[in-house]
Nanobody
C-alpha cells in the first residue's frame, strides 16, 4: 500500500521547536523528490521545503529560511522537517508530499497539525 504517514505535530509556544517526520511505504522512496507543504485555515496549500532525491539540494520558502531544515534518509524511507524559532504564523496543517515526473505521480500524506500559540 502506497502511503505517507506524518507525525510530530502539536502545540508549541512561540520561539519553540518541533520535528515533523514522514514515513513512506509502498513505493521506491529514493526515486521521489520529497516536500513539505502547509495549509492554514482559509488559505491555499503552500510549499514549505523540498529536498532532492539524493539530498544534494534543498529549497525553502522565504518565510522559513534559516529556521526550518528538511532532511531525508533513503535507507529508512523517511523525510523530516526540523522547525526552530516557530512563530504563530507557522500554524497550519503540514503535509508530506512525494513527487516524480517520469511517469508523473504525486503522493500525499494525511497531514499533521502544528499550532504555535502562547
Amino acid at each position: 500500500q502506497v502511503q505517507l504517514v506524518e507525525s510530530g505535530g502539536g502545540l508549541v509556544q512561540p520561539g519553540g521547536s518541533l520535528r515533523l517526520s514522514c514515513a513512506a511505504s509502498g513505493f521506491t522512496f529514493s526515486r521521489y523528490v520529497m516536500s513539505w507543504y502547509r495549509q492554514a485555515p482559509g488559505q491555499e496549500r503552500e510549499l514549505v521545503a523540498t529536498i532532492s532525491r539524493l539530498s544534494g539540494s534543498t529549497n525553502y520558502t522565504d518565510s522559513v529560511k534559516g529556521r526550518f531544515t528538511i532532511s531525508r534518509d533513503n535507507a529508512k524511507n523517511m523525510v523530516c522537517l526540523q522547525m526552530n524559532f516557530l512563530k504563530p504564523e507557522d500554524t497550519a496543517v503540514y503535509f508530506c508530499n512525494a513527487q516524480r515526473w517520469f511517469p508523473p505521480e504525486r503522493i500525499w500524506g494525511q497531514g499533521t497539525q502544528v499550532t504555535v500559540s502562547s
